[in-house]
C-alpha cells in the first residue's frame, strides 16, 4: 500500500525560515497537501499541489515537488510563534479507492521559539 | 457554516459499552471519512462514505460500524468497545468527485475506555 513518511520534529527560532520534507511511495498520487494541526484542534488545509507542478506559492508558504524523487515540502518564511502545530502530509491515491482517499504521514511537529 | 461537526468532543466509556459517535455536515459533500489518531502515528482511516447508502473500509475498520443514510450523517458505532480503541476520532467531508477534493475536518472525539 502507499507510504508517507515525514520526519518527526523540527524546531527553528521566530523569524527564521521552516523546511519540513515529505516522501511518498505512491507514484500515481494527483494531488499533495499539506495540513496544520494545533492542540486540541482538527487538521485545517494549508495548501495543496497538483502532481503536474513543481512549485506552489501562497503568502509565506512555498510547496515544492519532486515528482521524480517522490519528495515534497513545505517552507514557511518568516516562522512565526503562532506557526506552532503539527504538520501533516497527505496524498491523494489510492487507486484502489477511485483516488477517493488520503494516506497521511505522521506529521512533524515544529516548535517556534522566541 | 458550521462545516463538520462532531459530538461528543469527549467521552469516557467502560470496556465492553458501546457508543456513537456523531458527525454532521452541512457543505452537501457527498465524500465522508472516519479517522482515528493515536499519539505519534498519524491518521488512519477506518471507513468512508462516497454518498448516502455507500460505504468501504478504510485501513483499520475492525470494531467499527457505520451507517450513511443521508448526505449529511456519518455516525461510527462501536459496539464492544475495548482500550485499544481510546484515540482521538477525526470525521471529515469532501466535495468528492474527479477535481480536487480537500478533505474538510471536525475538532475531533477524544474517547477514553477504561
Known amino acids: 500500500g502507499e507510504d508517507v513518511e515525514q520526519s518527526l520534529f523540527l524546531s527553528v527560532r521566530e523569524g527564521d525560515s521552516s523546511v519540513i520534507n515529505c516522501t511518498y511511495t505512491?507514484?500515481?498520487?494527483?494531488?499533495l497537501y499539506w495540513y496544520k494541526q494545533e492542540p486540541g484542534a482538527g487538521l485545517q488545509l494549508l495548501t495543496y499541489i497538483f502532481s503536474n507542478m513543481d512549485m506552489k506559492q501562497d503568502q509565506r508558504l512555498t510547496v515544492l515537488l519532486n515528482k521524480k524523487d517522490k519528495h515534497l515540502s513545505l517552507r514557511i518564511a518568516d516562522t512565526q510563534t503562532g506557526d506552532s502545530a503539527i504538520y501533516f502530509c497527505a496524498e491523494r491515491g489510492g487507486l484502489d479507492s477511485g483516488y477517493s482517499t488520503l494516506t497521511f504521514g505522521k506529521g512533524t511537529m515544529l516548535l517556534v521559539s522566541p | 457554516n458550521a462545516g463538520v461537526t462532531q459530538t461528543p468532543k469527549f467521552r469516557i466509556l467502560k470496556i465492553g459499552q458501546s457508543m456513537t459517535l456523531q458527525c454532521t455536515q452541512d457543505?452537501?459533500?457527498?465524500?465522508m471519512y472516519w479517522y482515528r489518531q493515536d499519539p505519534g502515528m498519524g491518521l488512519k482511516l477506518i471507513y468512508y462514505s462516497v454518498g448516502a447508502g455507500i460505504t468501504d473500509k478504510g485501513e483499520v475498520p475492525n470494531g467499527y460500524n457505520v451507517s450513511r443514510s443521508t448526505t449529511e450523517d456519518f455516525p461510527l458505532r462501536l459496539e464492544l468497545a475495548a482500550p485499544s480503541q481510546t484515540s482521538v476520532y477525526f470525521c471529515?467531508?469532501?466535495?468528492?468527485?474527479?477535481?480536487?477534493?480537500?478533505?474538510?475536518f471536525g475538532d475531533g472525539t477524544r474517547l477514553s475506555i477504561l
Open positions: 471529515a467531508s469532501s466535495p468528492g468527485g474527479s477535481s480536487n477534493q480537500p478533505q474538510h
Open positions: 505512491d507514484s500515481s498520487s494527483t494531488y
Open positions: 457543505m452537501n459533500h457527498n465524500y
